[in-house]
């Protein structure tokens, strides 16, 4: 649909949900360009505004800030558009019958990746290997990514495409597995992904940015207005080699981003950062729609693939503790740096031992380094026990969590941790008491982006470790005013306050109305971005 940019609006008839504790609800709100300008009364809003302005009845539905984003990758969301998507399959035999199909049509020296292998969901719940693989598409090379993208599958054909024989390397960070009787399975893990993930080729650019409107169209529909969007600027990313040409392609794809765009890159060179820190990444200003805030890295892997650094073994892989995917002061190092630069730190930390080593490293570097207000963060936090949450509040660590992983782990989680580590995985309610800021996101792709279900596994859990359920108020700040904090960015946007950008979704119900079961139905009605008009549900 094409925007509409009237230069008045005066929204009233419904909720309007501030997230301002001083006026949390109020009747009327008053836009002119891209900035709130009036809230409270009606009459009085409209005196203002004088004869030139447009009335937008919300007919009894809700308004309230833009969701945020705090975690997702644009760039590999865009990609995803264009590949096979697996996250509808059941079986191994499922997946070798759509492999068949889906290489029929595809050149034979041509790396196939699909991605959104869910295995926990088959009734056997194993990886397929190198030879089921080969039994679907033995001419083809192809190469299956577990949804979480760290870890995956190789046929044949792409192990000898990416040159991994019998004797494979030994790389630091990652694994190349092996089958009881010492043969290569086709699993890769972390590190070891780049291997094949170089072979990669990408879609015509074409093609490519006709995927990149989609995917941005697809975030407006779900009601996000900014992206916290990791970027890499390097072959060492989580794409492998492909994440050399994530930030070209940003850059490409400049004109076709509807959102406001905040970014953390994760690089090798932390002297980069001050590369990327000018347009069209970083426009320059505080209320820029486009900036870059900080360095990303990780520490370790994941729960799915089993390599999240743990300090006792996984339940249902009693010799597999996971690991880091870096030596500690080889981070340190990059953190130094960074810290010392005046930018942000986000960590990938997912496993019991891997938080509190990066709790360590921030302890050391914020003793060594004093600094105010450097809101760094740990990207995931998913398993923080009493010491790191304690550590956590008195440093200012925000958690920059992912609430989507639950509606994903929580029927197979308990078999992969035990029910005592349970109780401090995911501990969103612990988080809050300690008085840490809770920032919400999705991390997109591997997750679907919608706050809307966001919400829902905060205030329900699934049944999930319920004790640490949330209340609809705590859940909306976190994918709004805390998740705004997260990137310095509370005084621009995140609640609906004079002055402050003009970033706004209608809802079909009040979320701090309905049932909380009943929450994952509620309808994006509209968004607004910057008191435009992105996305406008069909009536």
Request: aromatic share 8%; net charge neutral.
């Amino acid at each position: 649909m094409n925007q509409k940019n009237l230069n008045k609006v005066i929204y009233f008839g419904g909720t309007i949900l501030t997230i301002n504790e001083k006026e949390p609800i109020i009747d009327a709100m008053g836009v002119e360009g891209e900035k709130i300008v009036f809230t409270g009364n009606l009459a009085q809003i409209k005196e203002s505004f004088g004869t030139d302005y447009h009335m937008v009845d919300l007919k009894g539905h809700t308004l309230l800030p833009g969701f945020i984003d705090c975690h997702l990758h644009p760039i590999i969301f865009i990609y995803y558009q264009l590949s096979p998507n697996l996250s509808n399959i059941t079986s191994i035999s499922e997946l070798k019958s759509y492999l068949k199909e889906i290489c029929k049509n595809k050149k034979k020296n041509e790396l196939l990746i699909c991605f959104n292998l869910k295995e926990e969901n088959f009734d056997i719940p194993e990886l397929p290997t190198r030879w089921d693989l080969d039994e679907a598409c033995p001419n083809h090379p192809i190469f299956v990514m577990r949804y979480d993208s760290h870890i995956g599958i190789a046929n044949t054909k792409a192990l000898k495409l990416a040159k991994i024989n019998e004797s494979p390397p030994i790389i630091e960070g990652g694994e190349i597995r092996k089958d009881k009787v010492g043969r290569i399975n086709g699993i890769i893990s972390e590190k070891a992904l780049n291997l094949i993930l170089s072979k990669i080729s990408f879609p015509e650019i074409n093609e490519m940015k006709k995927a990149a409107i989609q995917a941005f169209k697809n975030l407006a529909e779900k009601g996000i207005t900014s992206l916290q969007g990791i970027l890499s600027a390097g072959t060492h990313s989580e794409f492998g080699s492909a994440g050399a040409v994530e930030i070209p392609l940003r850059k490409t794809f400049h004109d076709c981003i509807l959102q406001n765009w905040y970014a953390l890159i994760n690089t090798e060179k932390v002297s980069k950062l001050h590369k990327f820190k000018k347009p069209p990444l970083d426009e320059g200003k505080k209320d820029s729609k486009f900036k870059v805030g900080g360095l990303k890295l990780f520490l370790d892997g994941t729960f799915g693939a089993k390599t999240a650094c743990m300090f006792e073994p996984f339940s249902d892989s009693p010799n597999n503790c996971g690991y880091c995917v870096v030596k500690e002061e080889e981070i340190y190092e990059k953190m130094k740096e960074a810290h010392n630069d005046g930018y942000q730190i986000a960590i990938h930390v997912i496993g019991d031992k891997g938080n509190r080593i990066a709790m360590n490293l921030y302890k050391r570097l914020l003793d060594e380094f004093p600094r105010d207000n450097h809101r760094h963060r740990i990207e995931h936090a998913s398993m923080l026990t009493e010491d790191v949450l304690k550590d956590m509040a008195k440093y200012n660590i925000i958690a920059s969590c992912q609430p989507p992983f639950i509606n994903s782990e929580f029927k197979w989680l308990p078999r992969r941790l035990g029910e005592k580590r349970c109780k401090y995985t995911y501990p969103m309610k612990s988080i809050l008491e300690k008085g840490i800021i809770l920032a919400s996101g999705s991390d997109c792709p591997i997750e679907d982006p919608n706050p809307i279900l966001g919400l829902h596994a905060l205030v329900t859990r699934n049944g999930f470790t319920p004790e640490q359920c949330i209340t609809i108020e705590d859940a909306i700040k976190s994918y709004t005013i805390n998740a705004a904090y997260a990137a310095f960015e509370e005084e621009i946007k995140g609640s609906i306050e004079i002055g402050k950008l003009a970033d706004l979704v209608i809802l079909d119900k009040n979320p701090i109305k309905v049932p909380k079961e009943k929450i994952k139905n509620i309808q994006v009605l509209e968004t607004i971005i910057r008191g435009k008009t992105v996305y406008k549900k069909q009536s």
